[in-house]
C-alpha cells in the first residue's frame, strides 16, 4: 500500500520558473514531512522538512506548504535553476520513529 | 551537516559470490541505520533496521538469509549480500540519523551492486 503518493511523476520547467511538486499521504499518524534530492548515482540529500503544525515553511528558494486538513503537502521550487534538475522525493515519518515512508519520486528537469 | 560514508560506490561480482557493503557515520553516533533499495526510476524501499548490538529488524519480504546486517558499533553498520543473484542487482542506500541533530536522516552515497 501506498501511503505517500507523489505527483507529477516528471516536470519539465523553464530557468527562472516556479517547479510545483505535490505529495498526499493517508496516515495521520504521520508528523514529520521531509523532502529530500537525489541526483543520478547518489544517495538522497535532505532539503527542507516541516511539522504539520505549521503551515508553511521558506528556506532560501524552496518553500514547502502544508495542508493538515487535506493530508497534502508540497514543495515549491522557486527560480528554478538547470543545477535543479534531479529527482525529488517527499516523505513521512511516523511519531519518534525513525522510518521514512517514501513517495514515489518526481524527476526534475529545468530547461534553459 | 552529518556526514554518512557508504563503501564500496559501486561493485560488479559474480552469481554465487557475497558482497559486503559497509555504512560508517563519520562525524556522529548513530545507534540505529537504515538500509535501502532503489530500482532504477523508482522510490527508495525499506529492506531493514540496523540496531546497534542487537539483531536488525527487517520489512515484510526481505530475506533475513540473503541480507546479513551487522551494527557492531554506533558507528559502522555492514550489509551483506549472500550468494548474489543477477535479481539482486540494485543500488543500496544507507541512512542514519543523527541523535543529537533531532529527526534529521542523513543518508550515504549508495552502492551500485552489479550482479553477473
Known amino acids: 500500500q501506498q501511503q505517500v503518493k507523489q505527483s507529477p511523476q516528471s516536470l519539465i520547467v523553464q530557468k527562472g520558473g516556479i517547479s510545483i511538486i505535490n505529495c498526499a499521504y493517508e496516515?495521520?499518524?504521520?508528523?514529520?514531512f521531509p523532502w529530500y534530492q537525489q541526483f543520478p548515482g547518489k544517495g538522497p540529500a535532505l532539503l527542507i522538512a516541516?511539522?504539520?503544525?505549521?503551515s508553511e515553511k521558506k528556506e532560501g528558494r524552496f518553500t514547502i506548504s502544508f495542508n493538515k486538513s487535506a493530508k497534502q503537502f508540497s514543495l515549491h521550487i522557486m527560480d528554478s535553476q538547470p543545477g535543479d534538475s534531479a529527482t525529488y522525493f517527499c516523505?513521512?515519518?511516523?511519531?519518534?520513529?525513525?522510518?521514512?515512508?517514501f513517495g514515489t519520486g518526481t524527476q526534475l528537469k529545468v530547461e534553459l | 551537516g552529518a556526514v554518512v560514508s557508504q563503501h564500496p560506490s559501486r561493485v560488479i561480482c559474480k552469481s554465487g559470490t557475497s558482497v559486503k557493503i559497509e555504512c560508517r557515520s563519520l562525524?556522529?553516533?548513530?545507534?540505529?541505520m537504515f538500509w535501502y533499495r532503489q530500482f532504477p526510476k523508482q522510490s527508495l524501499m525499506l529492506m531493514a533496521t540496523?540496531?546497534?548490538?542487537?539483531?536488525?529488524?527487517?520489512e515484510q519480504g526481505v530475506e533475513k538469509d540473503k541480507f546479513l546486517i551487522n551494527h557492531a558499533s554506533l558507528t559502522l553498520s555492514t550489509l551483506t549480500v549472500t550468494s548474489a543473484h543477477p535479481e539482486d542487482s540494485s543500488f543500496y542506500i544507507c541512512?542514519?540519523?543523527?541523535?543529537?541533530?533531532?529527526?534529521?536522516?542523513?543518508f550515504g552515497s549508495g552502492t551500485q551492486l552489479s550482479v553477473l
Open positions: 541512512s542514519a540519523r543523527d541523535l543529537t541533530g533531532g529527526e534529521k536522516l542523513f
Open positions: 496516515n495521520t499518524a504521520f508528523d514529520y
Open positions: 516541516i511539522r504539520p503544525d505549521v
Open positions: 516523505a513521512a515519518v511516523t511519531g519518534g520513529g525513525n522510518k521514512l515512508t
Open positions: 562525524d556522529f553516533q548513530a545507534t540505529t
Open positions: 540496523s540496531n546497534e548490538g542487537s539483531k536488525a529488524t527487517y
